[in-house]
């Protein structure tokens, strides 16, 4: 099986598009608090086409189905199929990995379950699993950490970006940080050798972050239904739309980035909701 995709191009600067944390239903008019999550995810994708942002890959990362559902993997994989670019996908807590893998694994087209990326001559990325079973906080396994290193160790002189679904940045909500990823200081200790890990990507907190940890770049974004309001120990809800991110990875080892929020829906959730 091969396990690590090539990415040619010419490009000086290689652009990407996150999209995250769609909890799609087996019905398509499922919704979760309040927002029917398949009609704004394919809000953001309808934006995202009509944009004149040149992206060349897609990364989706994580909590794409809420219901364990076929039929919302299945729509999923339906979904993107329009971005005709390739999707690169992570499970995240709510996922069933086993119908997942199954699903989209199986899927011809622009779904690729490879988590090893290599981009042009300079950038590779490399895209973990911190899913628990059961549970939502996130954990990386030792079989993650040596695939890691050993993708480190391979590519030494390319930049590389950091990929996974829980958060390692502190929200300054209790009620959320309690579900990050648990063992970050090991995932430190597995980057502090090398020079040129340039940026770590998540999802999972459904809100916007660009902080920095550990000298590295953490880089979280809005989910493409529900958003989370910041600064909130208690659960709570924001009103700003859902969104994704525009990720530009250039040949000096820069990240240039961007958070982007639909303009031609309103999407608002059911405030009154105390937990999911």
Known sequence: MVNTYTHQTSEKVIRLIQITDPHLFKEENGELLGINTQASFNQVLTEIRQSDFNYELVLATGDLV???????????????????????????????????????????????????????????????????????????????????????????????????????????????????????????????????????????????????WYGYRVMATPSTCVQFKPDSNNFALDTLQPGWREIELYDDGRIVSRVKRIQHAVFLPNMLGDGY
Request: with cysteine; charged share 20%.
């Open 66 to 212: 809420q219901d364990s559902s076929d039929e919302g993997y299945l729509r999923f994989c339906e979904s993107v199929k329009p971005l005709q670019k390739m999707v690169f996908w992570i499970p995240g807590n709510h996922d069933f990995q086993p119908k997942m893998f199954d699903i989209l694994n199986q899927k011809q087209g622009n779904i690729s379950p490879i988590k090893h990326v290599l981009l042009g001559e300079h950038w590779q990325i490399l895209m973990l699993d911190s899913q628990v079973f059961g549970v939502p906080h996130g954990q990386l396994g030792q079989y993650q950490i040596d695939w890691l290193l050993s993708k480190l160790k391979d590519h030494p002189e390319r930049y590389s970006l950091i990929v996974l679904h829980h958060h390692i940045l502190s929200t300054h909500s209790a009620w959320l940080d309690q579900h990050n990823l648990r063992n970050s200081l090991d995932l430190a200790y597995t980057l502090s050798p090398f020079r040129n890990v340039r940026g770590i990507l998540c999802g999972h907190i459904h809100q916007e972050v660009d902080g920095e």
